[in-house]
């Protein structure tokens, strides 16, 4: 059991009272890698944000990172969130302030005390992604890739136990896409953080094969690879 990051058993998942998903059964285990596929509409992204609390599981039961999701109240949200490491789409950097301020702000907003220890810690996962030289940047002098770098640095900094990342690709092109699964693909083995990976980029699942679960027919089917 403590070797299960994600448990989903006859889970509903969905918006308000419109189930998306039904009788969803699955386990995602520590340190596993997972893609989640699916046409646009299918529900990666609802599933996704019940798995992270921004929306109430509708039936059955889940558990992710050991917070029980049919009785997470929502004061108990940003703990799971302290959990989990989550990277999107959109890189949603602040854009006044440089790539090390980025990330001091999101350890200040989680409670960490200490100008050294803070910096040291930016330092570390700044380092974990490869951008130990672009910390005095600002957003906007970075490419797209390393925005999402930085953005994947930022997910890291709480020692996620699960990152889920929502098309982290979608706008990158195919050489630097490569450049961020290889290296969240290496974060899940070095530190042994599962990743849940929804994209439609095949190209990225052919890189780099993994598990993988698709989202068809309101169920989650395991596609063997
Ligand atoms: N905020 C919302 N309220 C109601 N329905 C939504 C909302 N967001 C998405 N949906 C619906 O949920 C379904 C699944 O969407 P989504 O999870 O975003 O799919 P995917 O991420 O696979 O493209 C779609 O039919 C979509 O229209
Ligand atoms: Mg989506």
């Known amino acids: 059991m403590d070797n299960v990051i994600v448990m989903l058993r006859e889970a509903v998942i969905g918006h308000q009272k419109m189930p998306i998903l039904e009788g969803i059964s699955l386990s995602v285990f520590r340190g596993e890698f997972t893609y989640l596929i699916g046409k646009t509409g299918s529900g990666k992204s609802t599933l996704l944000k019940t798995l992270y609390g921004a929306l109430p599981l509708m039936g059955g039961k889940g558990q992710v990172a050991g917070f029980d999701l049919s009785s997470l109240h ?11 490491g989550m990277v999107f789409q959109d890189f949603n950097l602040l854009t006044d302030r440089n790539v090390q301020d980025n990330l001091a702000f999101v350890l200040q907003a989680t409670d960490w005390k200490g100008k050294t220890k803070i910096m040291h810690r930016v330092a570390e996962v700044l380092e974990q992604v490869n951008l130990s030289a672009l ?17 994947i640095a930022r997910a890291l900094l ?32 070095e530190y ?28 989650i089917w395991e596609i063997s690879n």
């Open 74 to 84: 929502r004061k108990n949200i940003p703990l799971l969130r302290r959990k989990l």
């Open 135 to 151: 910390g005095h940047k600002m957003p906007y002098e970075l490419s797209g890739g390393e925005q999402q770098r930085v953005a």
């Open 158 to 189: 709480n020692k996620p136990e699960l990152l889920i990342a929502d098309e982290p690709t979608g706008n990158l092109d195919p050489e630097t896409s490569t450049e961020i699964i290889r290296l969240m693909r290496n974060l899940a083995v």
């Open 192 to 219: 042994n953080t599962a990743v849940l990976f929804a994209t439609h980029d095949k190209l990225v699942m052919d890189a780099f094969p993994a598990r993988v679960l698709e989202c068809r027919d309101k169920k």
